[in-house]
């Protein structure tokens, strides 16, 4: 891989200082690959940031960008409402299952977390209920804004800043590749009944389906049917944060229908508008919505952006729901994810993987270090695949459109690395 080290102006968030300079630039994308600015094609095995899920330049995505952009870009959503908004919302609502029906439109997935926090707060106060304890996962993240980051517990992403409500933290009762057993479930379980029962009465517990950055940890099947019953006992809100899981990227439309349940409150972004806009949504049910008619100061949600529920980013929303059924994106990306597990199986007998997981198009395979993480990943770059690597885990995310040829390319490209890099170990 070819590095450009011209001087850049551009400041890049969560990147080291020192490496700044010495990045690659992606100047081309088609369909599931990239080119760099020294020519050099990839497939792309991140989707741009984890979001690309139609693949690259998908002409009806730009099709659909481009008729609303000559009909109508945008209008104050405080003003009126637009097609685009209008139809997405009802698509949704279609969508989720049961009574998640009403949505608010945002650009990203923080914006969505926080919203989704605003939301339940204010709900309990509506109802004349002091709830305002959120419980989440200490491995979690929910995006990158003041509410959102203290969400996390994660030692990179942990805000130096005291959190403006309480927030427990649950840790996982096992490292992440003995988390899908019985006993892990039952012990996971276990911690969040003791973390409801501990304080207060809690207002939300959030979780993500599988916990994208606190290391690709899949959750035993059943987990999440458990954690809806106990919020159930608790009358505690359950937010699902679908922002990376949410359509279809686990090999189903969303990462809770593996346990077929129903949150009160969702949050989605990254693979909503393909990654071609910046697009998010918050879906709550209709009687969260309901207790607003009684919000004291009646101005309904106070939350909002300017540029939320864009009428471009909406329009290419509407048009990723008709590829994602067109092209039977949820089911090839079940179809690619297990075949790709599958194939990853050999990496089993290699001294340098302790463990390969994922669910869906969401595969990870864990190093048995930070080192070994970056060399595999470096040496697939090499080998013509992108992935991503943090701490150990290099994380495998293609866009659903992914092909069984795509599937080969990847599983030899991770075969070759792991070779080398076993071999320069000597
Ligand atoms: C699960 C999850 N929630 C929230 C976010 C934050 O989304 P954004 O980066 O669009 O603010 C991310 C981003 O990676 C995420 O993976």
Redesign the pocket.
Known sequence: MQKSTAPSSLWRPWTPITQQAHSLRIVEAKGNRVRDAEGNWYLDGISG??NASCGHGHPRLIEAATRQLEQLVHYDPMVSSHDPAETLASRLAETLPGELNETVLLN??????EAALRIALQFWRNKGEDRDRVITFEAA?????YL?QQLSGLPFTVSEWAPPFPIDHVSLPASPRDMRTQEAADALIGLFAAALEAGPPAAAVMV?PLL??GGCVVFPEGFLARLRQLCDQHGTLLIL?????GFGRTGRMFGFDHDGITPDIV?M??GISGGYL?L?AVTVTSSIKETFVREPIAQGLRYGHTTGGHAVAAAVGNTVLDVMADEKLVENSAAQGAALLEGLGELASSPLVTDVRGLGLVVAIEADSAESGDAIAAAMARAGVLARHERGVIRIAPPLTLTGADTEEILQAIGTAVDVTAAARG
């Open positions: 940031v984890l990203s997935g923080s914006e969505a977390t993240y929910h995006g990158t804004t959102a993500e994208g950055l944060d679908e922002v990376f899981c949050t972004s990254k910046p998010a």
